[in-house]
């Protein structure tokens, strides 16, 4: 019904950027939040940023400074900007969506992009 295409990921030194993108398709009525989650090996899942539909943000500590997230909402489209990449910054990124369809409202996720940061 909805698919999150996930795009951007790479190999930088520390130090340099990265743009992940973020696009739902298929059957939208409207997408609530929309997020980017991280998880390296070894350890959980976690929301690295997250964005409302009205424009609100927020980040995870370590990145604050750092990330910016920004959407398009006549595209469906979430960003993730990552400046300063640090070697821990390395992990496969992850787009999530709320999304409110003809069913309902529902949870979607991508199915993952690397980023991984060189010392």
């Known amino acids: 019904q909805v698919q999150l295409v996930e795009s951007g990921g790479g190999l930088v030194q520390a130090g340099g950027s990265l743009r992940l993108s973020c696009a739902a398709s298929g059957l939208i009525f409207s997408i609530d939040a929309m997020g980017w989650y991280r998880q390296a090996p070894g350890k959980q899942r976690e929301l690295v940023a997250a964005t409302t539909s009205g424009g609100s943000a927020s980040y995870v500590d370590s990145g604050k400074g750092r990330f910016t997230i920004s959407r398009d909402n006549a595209k469906n489209t979430v960003y993730l900007q990552m400046n300063s990449l640090k070697p821990e910054d390395t992990a496969v990124y992850y787009c999530?969506?709320?999304?409110?369809?003809?069913?309902?409202?529902?949870?979607?996720w991508g199915q993952g992009t690397q980023v991984t940061v060189s010392s």
């Open positions: 999530n969506a709320n999304v409110r369809g003809y069913w309902g409202l529902s949870d979607y």
